[in-house]
């Protein structure tokens, strides 16, 4: 399901046919559906749940996350920025996130040649930063009595360019 909306889903083209990129495009269509997944349908006090007096609160989080996105986007393009964004609403954040994640896919999508490091480094960096988390949202979720259900993820209908809030539903999930 692929469209030229790049708040969606990018269109495919020289991003699919250099594997490393693909790979990473597919970690952030993974990275969206999770992140979906972990956002959707929480309790409309989840942003200011506590779950201890050092952590953060899912509101903080999902900002942070805003953050990562904005910042591979900046390593992507070699110009690499930091900054720390206030937290908004909830609906503000997930929708920032997810145009974040969506942005970066774009670029990735767009024919622009990035070498294994850049890659790399959006990896190890911004992206499994954000899959952190990502878990970490969940698990908060469940300390707030609010969980989701758990998944075969290996089953999901995940696909390159699908980095939009709206995705397939669960295949498998299961208590």
């Given amino acids: 399901?692929?469209?030229?909306?790049?708040?969606?889903?990018?269109?495919?083209?020289?991003?699919?046919?250099?594997?490393?990129?693909?790979?990473?495009?597919?970690?952030?269509?993974?990275?969206?559906?999770?992140?979906?997944?972990?956002?959707?349908?929480?309790?409309?006090?989840?942003?200011?749940?506590?779950?201890?007096?050092?952590?953060?609160?899912?509101g903080q989080i999902l900002a942070h996350m805003g953050d990562l996105m904005a910042w591979a986007l900046t390593i992507a393009q070699q110009r690499i920025e930091w900054r720390v964004s206030p937290v908004r609403s909830w609906s503000e954040d997930v929708q920032r996130l997810f145009g974040g994640i969506s942005a970066l896919d774009a670029y990735l999508a767009s024919g622009v040649s990035l070498d294994t490091g850049t890659l790399g480094q959006l990896f190890q960096g911004p992206i499994a930063d954000a899959l952190t988390h990502t878990g970490q949202l969940t698990l908060i979720r469940r300390l707030a009595g609010a969980p989701i259900r758990a998944e075969n993820y290996q089953r999901a209908l995940i696909?390159?360019?699908?980095?939009?809030?709206?995705?397939?539903?669960?295949?498998?999930e299961f208590d």
Avoid: W
Wanted: one cysteine or more.
């Fill in 159 to 172: 696909d390159v360019g699908q980095t939009g809030l709206e995705q397939p539903p669960p295949q498998r």
């Fill in 1 to 58: 399901m692929t469209t030229n909306d790049p708040m969606t889903h990018a269109p495919a083209n020289s991003g699919e046919l250099d594997p490393a990129c693909r790979m990473i495009r597919h970690t952030l269509a993974t990275l969206a559906y999770r992140a979906s997944k972990a956002v959707r349908g929480a309790p409309t006090d989840f942003a200011s749940f506590t779950a201890g007096p050092t952590t953060r609160t899912p």
